[in-house]
T-cell receptor, first 112, second 110 residues
């Protein structure tokens, strides 16, 4: 079975702290994604990557950066966390030319 | 700009009471329409892909259909274990980039 593992299920951080969210997939997928999910707004794409060291902005990249140094690992970085970044963060991976994404269980981040 | 709208926002059914969820979309060129299921506290799980108008896919009590403007997820004789949020998305292609709707929260009562 495809597995997408997110490093932390729950995090509590303070405003201004740097936050790392890590995601690892074990199916050699080319494409990886970071979404955030908020009530009433659904899933919104932050960044995605279609190859090692390649990244593209999604719909809401402001305040976030990403890193993909290895094919299986995709990290989301909040350089200076703010309260409006309190959310559920979901990582996903998939083979290109399919719409079948495999999601991790999510990381719920609270910024105080 | 690609857009996906799902209705209703929430739906409560009695066990065995069939119904349909709607997903309407506007896209410049449909590469694919996708249905996902999301249980509380978990990530979405892929259900179906539809590529062209008239196409249908089935899985147990679920059937997804597609027209040029919308997709329906029909639930026949639902059971409590079908309770979840159902998400619709459009996109795909080489980058798999998907645009999601806000979902329909389905509750099936015994």
């Amino acid at each position: 079975d495809v597995k997408v593992t997110q490093s932390s299920r729950y995090l509590v951080k303070r405003t201004g702290e740097k936050v790392f969210l890590e995601c690892v997939q074990d199916m050699d997928h080319e494409n990886m994604f970071w979404y955030r999910q908020d009530p009433g707004l659904g899933l919104r794409l932050i960044y995605f990557s279609y190859d090692v060291k390649m990244k593209e902005k999604g719909d809401i990249p402001e305040g976030y950066s990403v890193s993909r140094e290895k094919k299986e690992r995709f990290s989301l970085i909040l350089e200076s966390a703010s309260t409006n970044q309190t959310s559920m963060y979901l990582c996903a991976s998939g083979q290109k030319n399919t719409g079948e994404l495999f999601f991790g269980e999510g990381s719920r981040l609270t910024v105080l | 700009e690609d857009q996906v709208t799902q209705s209703p926002e929430a739906l409560r059914l009695q066990e065995g009471e069939s119904s349909s969820l709607n997903c309407s979309y506007t896209v410049s060129g449909l590469r694919g329409l996708f249905w996902y299921r999301q249980d509380p506290g978990k990530g979405p799980e892929f259900l179906f892909t539809l590529y062209s108008a008239g196409e249908e896919k089935e899985k147990e009590r679920l059937k997804a259909t597609l027209t040029k403007k919308e997709s329906f997820l029909h639930i026949t004789a639902p059971k409590p274990e079908d309770s979840a949020t159902y998400l619709c998305a459009v996109g795909g292609g080489a980058t798999n980039k998907l645009i999601f709707g806000t979902g329909t929260l389905l509750a099936v009562q015994p």
